[in-house]
């Protein structure tokens, strides 16, 4: 009886790895992406079920099959709290096989999920995580930045608005690690660039009142505004920005503003901001054909336009699927070797190239919000100023110093 | 307090006789068995999760189901054991279980201080003022350095508990975390089963009478405080020993509003309830997700109709019917 | 000095939305003997059901200002008669709980249906623009949210402070056995109080939409804080909560003035200061 079991054991054990073979090199036989977003909360109009869509999109544009094998997505909610994200990554990659996890709005969850992926070397994807340390001393192997940074959203915004004129700042500051850091990142440039940075507030984050920071930007005197906060901070700010009667005598500067905040803000609100984005729908006939398939697609409940990460998005599965399909394998190592090696060129990406620290860098915009007068038909926000290069977009490889890259 | 709940379900299934010592002891063996063997069955870091939080709903349950006292600031305990166990794991590379002990002395001493002022005061005022502490200690893990704002304190080395066994293998760690909770769970049986715990219940009960028979309530109520505090550090320690990290949702009060829910649910005043409570809720946030934004309604609704309808909660109303099961 | 002055105007702005709002769960808990948690949801129904209105049925921030309370007093008492007053009898800590858990359904449902990032309301024409004051230019909305929360606050004080029918409302507080008696009908009273109470939320709610983005989450921010007030002016004075408020209100001013980073941490502060001096708080009588 033994040596029957030991036998088949045997036998069991010598046919596993033909088996394999016989199924192509797709683990489990299936390609899992798993997206892990804000569903509920502070991100969810800027990623959440737009993210989601966009995955999805895109795995059904490369044909839903990748080396023969099906290519599945599944999705849930981190709720902005790192212990479920940690939690359901974990058990993606433990129980139901996914092979990356993509999106990780909120640089908490994106630092809890990172070292995870590395232990059980699967790859990470960020979209709308936007800590410059990520792909700093914080940087894993198995993971990639695809969107944009804190980096260059401070440096885009804050160098051009210092060329044109903007050389004094004040900052209204969200009293958290993100705010503060954007701002310190901001103020750098604008010192750099010759400005003058005269003072700042911070305030809680979610706070509802912004009058009294206002107040304070008001009396400083600077012609520029620097709101280092996000979302609802960020709205309300220019909102009581405007009813305060401080917009048309000083300009703001929106350090991390979406689309999505403009649509819900209105153009006779956002006029005249300056702000720094990686995508806007209305570039060029790529930019525009493929954000109006994302607009009108049925799941697409409220009908709007993709953001920056959500785009980023659809680029990224893209790219992931075509470096599966090119090495023949979903293991993860091979396959970010070669994300990295192919230069990505797309709708959403210009002269894109990731680099051994996991960065994406690519083409970005300094836009400015259209007024009501100038803007001609639905989500036509935005005045494009200036295109940045790639490489001054992002921060060089050098200077973000991974400990990956020797 | 004439409410149907879960303590007079308990008592009552002592009195007549459906909870036996010797039932109890095959109860609580098979318990043991089922924590040894679970971790084969169920995904092991969920179960963790799920006896950290059910040691933290045990610890609250003192305080509320068996003193009368309901704290709405019991996360601070939780998230100040578990900054102070992670910096110092992280930055002094001390032993686990020194780092753990440490996070529970740290909790244990702020609930003193805590406990002193706020046990001078009764019902909502109670809650409130545990919540205005609860809402300070969040100011300081927002403000000071170390915690890592809202990145969190992130990256805690696991090590060697005793110096060998190696923690950052799943099994061992569950074992670790499955001591600690036997532990903790151990000194709030022994507490409520003590004379101890009868005076408690007697304040609970009514507070002039406990007065007035010379028990010194203030004292009372305030080393039930303190236990309750340290055995909530206890458990915010091994959570971030657990998942590796520390955030701010585990000092923000919604976490102090999550440990009534599940007591509520699992029924307050029983001795398992809040183990119950703790499992459906944790199950509840990592299993609904997929409904996407659905969630919230779901556990409001779960909330709402346990207000309405089971205010004994589960263990309680399952004790209500097996009394009431004609044998 | 010229910026103090404007912060503590801006803290006087702020303090009289906490007064409306505390006003409302102040009376609640005072008459209904409910901790309503619900109270910051009511609030964010109100100021959308604003926004719904004028965004698909074309009602005007005027009408508006009474219809949108309305709506959200019937919604409350709908709650009422259905499902809050079975927890009458018991313990406050079980109303506490249910309307907790009134507040995650109601703002999941908003959330479900507009997502989060919110809708813009705007100024309504006549009170568009503002004046220089000298220290700071005071936007004329912001002037006319002081005077009518003050009105409405003065005028509820007056109503169950002063008047026959305010007196039944105290009356069945202390006794309602004895009010149900003289042939009050006290169920129905309850009722009412709250829907009112609510209301009042709700009314908040409508002057907050053209000042803060209208969101799901816009009342959950606030209800703790005002929470602190109505508990620092003594839970049920009327009085109390009115004046507590505004007071909060230049505080918090203050505090954004000299160390913005604590503003929303010194109310409870405050708070638990204030219940270790004076346990029944401020304004309050001890039971």
Known sequence: MKRVASSLMMAALLSLPAAGRAAGKVSDGVVKIGVLTDMTGFYSDLSGPGSVLAVKMAVHDFGGKVLGKPIEVIAADHQNKADI????????????????????????????????????????????????????????????????????????????????????????????????????????????????????????????????????????????????????????????????????????????????????????????MYLTTSFYWDYDDQTRAWSKKFQNHPDNAKKAMPTMTQAGLYSATMHYLQAIKAVGTDQAEPVIAKMKATPVNDFFARHGVIGPDGLHRHDAFLVQVKSPAESKYPWDYYKIIKKIPAAEAFPSVAAQKCPLVK | MSVPDGVQESRAAWRLGIITPRRKKIFFGLLVAAGLVLPHLVYPVFLMNVLCMALFASAFNLLLGYTGLLSFGHAAFLGTAGYVTGYLLKAWGLPVELGVLAGTAVATLLGWAIGALAIRRSGIYFAMITLGFAQMIYFLAVQLPFTGGEDGLQGIPQGKALGFIPLHDPYALYYFVFAVFALGFGVIYRTIHSPFGHVLRSIRENEPRALSLGYDVARYKLVAFVISAGLAGLAGSTKALVLQFVTLTDVHWHKSGEVVLMTLLGGMGTVMGPSVGALLVVAMENYLTGFGDWVTVIIGSVFVAGVLAFRRGIVGEALHLVRNFPF | MQALFGQLLVGLINGSFYALLSLGLSIIFGLVNVVNFAHGAMYMTGAFFAWIGLSSLGIGYWPTLLLSPLAVGLLGVVVERTMLRRLYQLDNLYGLLFTFGLTLIVEGLFHHQYGNSGNSFPVPEALQGGSNLGFMYLPRYRAWVVLVSLAVCFASWFFIERTKLGAYLRAGTENPRLLQAFGVNVPLMMTLTFGFGVALAGFAGVMAAPIYQVTPSMGSGLIIVVFAVVVIGGMGSILGSIVTGIGLGLVEGLTKYLYPQAAATVVFAIMAVVLLIRPAGLFGREK
């Open chain 1, 85 to 272: 994200a940690s939690t359901i990554a974990r058990k993606w990659f433990d129980e139901d096989k996914v092979d990356a996890i993509m999106d990780l709005p909120n640089s908490g969850t994106a630092f809890a999920v990172m070292p995870v992926a590395a232990e059980k070397k699967k790859l990470t994807i960020l979209s709308t995580a936007a800590t410059t340390s990520i792909t700093g001393d914080k940087c894993t192997a198995y993971n990639i930045h695809y969107t944009y940074n804190n980096w260059m959203l401070a440096n885009g915004t804050g160098r051009e608005v210092v060329k044109s004129g903007g050389d004094t700042w004040f900052f209204i500051t969200a009293d958290y690690v993100f705010g503060k850091s954007l701002e310190e990142d901001t103020a750098n440039v604008v010192k750099a660039a010759g400005g003058k940075v005269l003072g700042y507030a911070r305030h809680p984050q979610s706070s509802a009142d912004f009058s009294s920071y206002l107040l304070q930007a008001q009396a400083s005197g600077a012609k520029v505004i620097g709101m280092a906060n996000a979302g609802g901070d960020t709205i309300n700010t220019i909102k009581q920005a405007k009813e305060f009667g401080i917009t048309p005598k000083q300009t703001l500067a929106g350090l991390l503003v979406f689309i999505s905040d403009i649509h819900s803000l209105g153009l006779e609100t956002a006029k005249g």
